[in-house]
């Protein structure tokens, strides 16, 4: 590695301190620790430092994100195989058209979130943080595959102005920064994100079509047309990351397995959607509300959102009893939002929205009770 | 009297070269300092210039807030200079040895027969109330308050931490009669944290409530300790002591001698040989060194890994400090080091994006990488794992750096010292510097509060 070294210290050397391109540091610097953890050595505090940095943190995250994104590849392939001609493709050529789909989306959001990331930096004269690797990942996954590829640098280029750089820049946002690109582009361009056309690759295509998602066929009163085990495999329409709760899971145990990810969020979601698709149960007033609630956690992108979206450290509440409040609650309003308003089955979506924005509450109170102890110690003493 | 504490958080980190419990004989050195910056916000008045002669315990400077807070020669010899940076300000006073140690003679006394104002009086004449400090805020004491308690924590759950058993070997009585002497001191209790898991003359120290302490660092912390006995409330304030310099105020009582002689670990995976040497505090270490370890690539440290100061290998040993660690410098790049399980072998994780965690009992040949770069704030959750005390320690740094007086009193600003936080500077993968941080607000705390 030597060799490789030695050739990028000259490519950069420009960049150095005294260079002409001094002042873009943060750019070279951003790919040069993507090669390298740099040599750097502790001056202040503790002069021995743990291996993490939050690089491998993030990076862990992408390697769980990994699962669901190639099978969500593979989907895409078989949904527009099967909806379109009617049989189901080998494996290998649903892998390359979902990719071919897939991919650009994917090179889009990288391309214009990175960019914009780095002239901050540059701007701001810090290095690159790591947190858009992930969300880069994650708005491509959870967006519908034909949306245009403009509509999704569009999106791309609010969530990362408004949803995070106005806030000051990664660890300080309020909401998860890839939800704001899904919410902008939900409600700016509502006929790409809904409906029976869009979950399905070429849909538009022709009229015949059941290419409606497992909610909306609820919603218009029909039964889920889809089996349980399509469902918990993933063979069902929808945006590319979300439909496999199969290929989630197995994201989710790396995140836990690793500590990246809090069990105890995504624990409370499941709980709290589950309770509440009890209650429903219970009541049974429409489609909707018959639904098993156990189905209920299977679609709508309720595990994609529980183990990839609520799990943000950033967004979600960062105490351990707030991290359990914040899940349940995330549950709780995502099928309530789901049942109550059919308009509106992206209910995971908006459920944790909200409860980003009352994490800090949240967390305002789990504290409160930290500080009351402390002033009643002081009364009595 | 004891108590048992269970120390459920923390992390004790293994690294090679833990000093073997055997004492090594080191020349005597020439040069010996005694460094105001080893006294955080004290501000020194000197008595003494470049060419004066001085005895063991002879005033050196003293406190320019409490004249009665003196800080006295660990040597006799001749003053060689005052070394002063910028704005003249006072670095370090270095004192040339004679060959022998002339003793200023405090007169030895039993401590139990003394009031507390002789017992007070006698250990600032002699300089030894420098080892008392103050929490909050870790300074030195001040002489005119009378502290709810005293706290000593007996053993160091530290890396490569010395064993006071061992250090004080032989010096059982002085500890004794240190301990005698402090319990004048308070009108509460004198606390003295033992290790549950180690049988050792502490046990039976009388005149101290025994803390039977059980789990991984920091349970030696005294912070740790007191946050389970007797946390600090706002206004109150707490004594600490290090068991070496109980020992030292115990000796002055029982010969009338202020003698800051102790025994110093020298380890670290640089170290040849690594053991204890008898040095006196502010004692120039380049001899100890020079026999003993490859300094070569190497960083120096006066005290332990987390929470120690850097200095050269000519330099000198810090006042409080009763190990040098010598560890090798970083210096590496990692090829695609950040990825996940890479380099679980040789670099130690808490976390377990790594296998180390597997790996319970290994010792580490740690370098002073930062195996990273320095990042905003991101991962929650963690810091609470290994910060032992009954604080929000994200919430409480957050508010240190917005400099938010109320939250930080709210969040226990009073309760902890940057020692306390040595382990989130380990573990963050943002790198963060919680002890400079914490420090920072404790400064601010005693600028606006006092």
Not at chain 1, 289 to 311: D, E, K, Y
Not at chain 2, 353 to 363: C, H, I, V
Request: proline share 4%.
């Amino acid at each position: 590695m030597d060799f490789l070294r030695k050739k990028f210290d000259q490519i950069r050397k420009p960049f150095d301190k005294g260079g002409k391109l001094e002042k873009f540091a943060p750019a070279i610097n951003s790919i040069d620790t993507l090669l390298f953890v740099p040599n750097h050595n502790t001056h202040k505090g503790a002069h021995i430092r743990d291996g993490v940095d939050l690089k491998r943190v993030m990076v862990t995250v992408i390697f769980a994100l990994i699962p669901a994104m190639i099978f969500g590849m593979y989907n895409l392939g078989y949904q527009h195989y099967i909806q379109l001609e009617g049989t189901a493709p080998e494996l290998l050529k649903a892998l390359l058209f979902g990719a071919g789909k897939f991919l650009p989306m994917l090179v889009v959001s990288y391309g214009v979130g990175l960019a914009i990331e780095i002239a901050f930096a540059v701007y701001r004269q810090h290095e690159v943080n790591e947190g858009y690797l992930v969300t880069g990942m994650l708005i491509p996954l959870i967006m519908p595959v034909d949306m245009p590829l403009w509509m999704l640098g569009v999106s791309v280029v609010f969530a990362v102005f408004i949803g995070k750089e106005a806030f000051g820049g990664t660890g300080m946002n309020i909401l998860n920064p890839a939800l704001v690109a899904r919410a902008f582009a939900f409600f700016s361009y509502a006929p790409y994100m809904s409906g029976d056309k869009v979950w399905v690759a070429d849909a538009y295509e022709i009229d015949a079509i059941s290419g409606e998602t497992i909610l909306g066929q609820l919603a218009a009163g029909e039964q889920a047309g889809w089996s349980v085990a399509d469902m918990f495999i993933g063979l069902i329409p929808g945006s590319v990351g979300e439909t496999s709760v199969l290929m989630i899971l197995v994201g989710a145990l790396l995140l836990i397995a690793t500590g990246v990810g809090s069990w105890r969020i995504m624990l409370g979601t499941v709980i709290g959607g589950a309770v509440m698709g009890l209650i429903f149960n219970a009541l049974s007033l429409n489609a909707l509300m018959t639904f098993p609630w156990w189905q209920h956690l299977l679609v709508g992108g309720f595990m994609f959102g529980a183990v990839f979206m609520t799990t943000d450290p950033v967004s979600a509440a960062q105490t351990t009893k707030g991290k359990w409040i914040y899940g349940i609650l995330i549950g709780v309003f995502a099928i309530l939002i789901r049942v109550f308003n059919g308009a509106y089955p992206e209910g995971m979506m908006m459920a944790i929205l909200l409860m980003n924005v009352f994490a800090p509450t949240i967390d305002h109170y789990v504290i409160a009770g930290n500080i009351k102890k402390r002033k009643n110690r002081l009364k009595a003493a | 009297m004891s108590q048992d504490i269970r120390v459920k958080k923390g992390l004790s980190i293994k690294l090679k070269g833990q000093a073997a419990l055997t004492t090594a004989v080191a020349d005597r050195s020439d040069f010996y300092a005694i460094k105001p910056t080893d006294f955080h916000g004290i501000t020194p008045k000197l008595v003494v210039k470049a060419g004066d002669e001085v005895s063991v315990g002879d005033v050196v400077f003293f406190s320019k807030e409490d004249d009665r807070v003196k800080f006295t020669s660990p040597v006799a010899g001749i003053v060689k200079e005052v070394q002063r940076g910028a704005k003249r300000k006072v670095l370090a006073v270095i004192i040339e040895a004679k060959s022998e140690d002339s003793f200023k003679d405090f007169g030895a006394a039993n401590p139990l027969d003394l009031d507390r104002e002789a017992v007070l009086g006698k250990i600032l004449e002699s300089g030894s109330f420098a080892y008392v400090k103050q929490r909050p805020y870790d300074i030195v004491a001040n002489p005119s308050d009378t502290p709810k308690a005293i706290f000593i924590s007996s053993f160091d759950t530290a890396p490569l931490a010395p064993n006071y058993a061992y250090a004080l070997k032989g010096k059982e009585d002085a500890f004794q009669a240190g301990i005698n002497a402090l319990s004048k001191l308070t009108e509460g209790n004198v606390y003295l944290g033992v290790n549950s898991s180690e049988a050792t003359f502490f046990d039976k120290v009388e005149k101290a409530t025994i803390l039977r302490v059980s789990g991984k660092h920091p349970a030696g912390n005294v912070g740790t300790q007191i946050s389970n006995v007797s946390p600090i409330n706002q206004g109150e304030r707490v004594w600490t002591l290090n068991p070496q310099g109980v020992a030292i105020i115990g000796e002055l009582f029982l010969t009338g001698k202020y003698n800051p002689t102790k025994l110093v670990a020298i380890a670290g995976s640089k170290v040849n040989n690594p053991q204890y040497f008898s040095l006196k505090a502010g004692q120039n270490i380049q001899k100890v060194l020079a026999e003993n370890t490859v300094t070569e690539g190497a960083r120096v440290i006066s005290g332990n890994v987390l929470t120690g100061t850097q200095i050269t290998a000519d330099d000198y040993l810090g006042f409080y400090d009763n190990l040098v660690t010598v560890l090798p410098e970083g210096d590496q790049n990692r090829f695609m080091g950040w990825l996940p399980f890479v380099g679980s072998g040789s670099i130690h994780s808490f976390s377990k994006t790594s296998f180390s965690w597997l790996a319970g009992n290994k010792t580490y040949d740690l370098n002073t990488s930062l195996n990273g770069e320095e990042r905003a704030l991101v991962v929650t959750g963690e810091f609470e794992k290994v910060v032992a005390l009954d604080v929000y320690p994200l919430q409480l740094i957050k508010a240190c750096m917005a400099s938010d007086i109320e939250k930080m009193e709210n969040l226990g600003i009073y309760e902890v010292i940057p020692e306390d936080f040595a382990l989130v500077d380990y573990i963050d993968p943002s790198k963060t510097e919680a002890q400079v941080i914490i420090r920072n607000g404790l400064d601010l705390m005693i600028k606006e509060v006092g």
